[in-house]
């Protein structure tokens, strides 16, 4: 169909203008289109790209599809091996104005294929800030002594869309970038599990073991996925993951949960996987999320306002990829009303992901929590009263309806028994400090931050 044709290549274009020609080369550009079944069916290669696409990029270009068509049911499939074309050629035949691509080159981009990694996902990449901090700087040592007993394995956790793979893929892409010939392998755990189950369809163990035993760094993601799996799986990655330990090679986890909490896991397991070095990655803070933004929109080569950059961050809480997520929206919405990112289009494009978001947290939410919390009445809490036990959870709890609601200082000061709006910026820098220099009230604020967000 001639006029689906033309709507893909529209959105093409509107992809390459987006996330620029790195990730189109790499993702977008091998697509295909068509329409059949009353459905715009977009063709991936292979499932890797598939699940790239679906986890990734799908919103948008569901949304780009929607405004382009008025509304279209979008299905992403993997083309049959007789169903690709060559639409995207070999490196080596592609034609472009720069000198042609030297044999090492292609090598190495081969190299890195078979590594499974994505290139984007690296340490120049990922946001530092006080919820990663850790894990950054874990992960850096890490690629410096790679196989350490101290960090092997490694075991990064936290919720999700927090950078997990990202910051695994770093340290994969880090490696591969020191050198290039290490046998490194990332994948998802669901993919493993498929390999297990193909090679005991086919009673080849041997060839299992042989690939997995061979590698230099192993990168699995999401392992928690293999907890509940046979235990033929759990059986197989004990195997790997022992031997590839006492070679003195690396293997680096990310999962939901720290290992005694996953469920379904062999004992066995839960022990190993805690042997090593464990670091968790917590939700981003709001200066973490502006920096996110900021970084993300300077990728895009698109001009984002401080007061646009609050205004996202301070109403996307949850997480990054959510961050991302509405951050696009905000863009789509000022490239189709053809005006440029203002407050106005960023309120309008996030309308109903606010409208989702009803329940908003409100200032007497934050004061009824940190009194059961803190085991406070009330009135002591607005009281004048400056005794630590009451003054900290007070600081605590104006620090936290500045972060989490759209009140003004002044405001904010007043529901707290009348206070000044300087009183409500001490406040926020004394916890900001003390979050720094005292985990208990780190960990406090983090507790509390999931308590009034669920
Ligand atoms: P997880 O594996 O924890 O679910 P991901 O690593 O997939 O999360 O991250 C979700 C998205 O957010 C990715 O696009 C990732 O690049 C981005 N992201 C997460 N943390 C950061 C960060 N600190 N700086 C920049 N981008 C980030
Ligand atoms: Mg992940």
């Not at 042989?210 to 799986?233: C, E, P």
């Amino acid at each position: 169909m001639l006029e689906t044709d033309i709507i893909w290549q529209q959105c093409l274009i509107l992809l390459k203008e987006q996330f620029g020609e790195q990730d189109f080369n790499t993702w977008f550009k091998q697509l295909q289109a068509r329409y059949k079944d009353n459905k715009l069916q977009i063709i991936a290669n292979n499932r890797l790209v598939q699940d790239f696409i679906r986890n990734k990029y799908l919103t948008q270009i569901s949304n780009i599809l929607n405004e382009l068509t008025g509304g279209v049911d979008i299905e992403l499939i993997v083309a049959k091996s007789s169903e690709i074309k060559p639409n995207t050629p070999k490196p080596t035949q592609v034609k472009t104005n720069t000198t042609p691509k030297s044999h090492d080159k292609d090598l190495a981009e081969n190299l890195q294929q078979a590594t499974k990694l994505n290139p984007n996902y690296t340490f120049d990449t990922l946001v530092r800030g006080n919820s990663n901090q850790l894990a950054y700087a874990i992960g850096m040592h890490v690629t410096q002594k790679l196989g350490h007993k101290n960090h092997n394995p490694l075991f990064i956790y936290g919720g999700v869309g927090l950078g997990k793979t990202h910051l695994m893929q770093a340290i994969g892409n880090e490696q591969y970038k020191n050198n290039p010939k290490a046998k490194i392998r990332y994948l998802h755990a669901n993919d493993y599990i498929q390999d297990v189950v193909k090679a005991s369809m086919r009673q080849g163990f041997d060839e299992l073991k042989k690939y997995y035993n061979s590698l230099d760094l192993l990168l699995m993601d999401d392992i928690q996925f293999i907890a509940g799996d046979k235990t033929k799986t759990q059986e197989e990655f004990f195997y790997t993951f022992n031997t590839l330990i006492d070679k003195g090679k690396q293997v680096i986890m990310t999962c939901d949960t720290y290992p005694k909490n996953i469920n379904n896991l062999n004992e066995r397991l839960i022990s190993r996987f805690a042997s090593g070095l464990t670091v968790e990655i917590q939700p981003p803070e709001l200066e973490m999320r502006v920096a996110i933004l900021k970084r993300k929109a300077e990728q895009n080569r698109i001009n984002l306002d401080d007061e646009v950059a609050f205004f996202i961050a301070q109403n996307i809480k949850a997480n990054v990829r959510e961050l991302e997520g509405a951050l696009n929206k905000v863009i789509y919405q000022a490239h189709f009303s053809e005006k440029g990112i203002s407050l106005a289009i960023a309120k309008e494009a996030l309308m109903d992901v606010f409208a989702l978001d009803s329940r908003s947290i409100s200032i007497d939410d934050i004061q009824k929590i940190i009194c059961d919390f803190y085991k406070l009445k009330i009135s002591d809490l607005l009281s004048a009263k400056r005794t630590q036990v009451i003054a900290r959870p007070r600081q605590m709890a104006m620090s936290l309806s500045k972060e989490l609601t759209q009140h003004s200082l002044p405001a904010i000061g007043n529901a707290f028994g009348g206070r000044d709006h300087t009183t409500v910026i001490h406040a926020q820098k004394t916890i900001h400090n003390l979050r720094k220099t005292d985990e208990k009230i780190e960990r406090e604020y983090n507790l509390l931050i999931q308590m009034l967000n669920t």
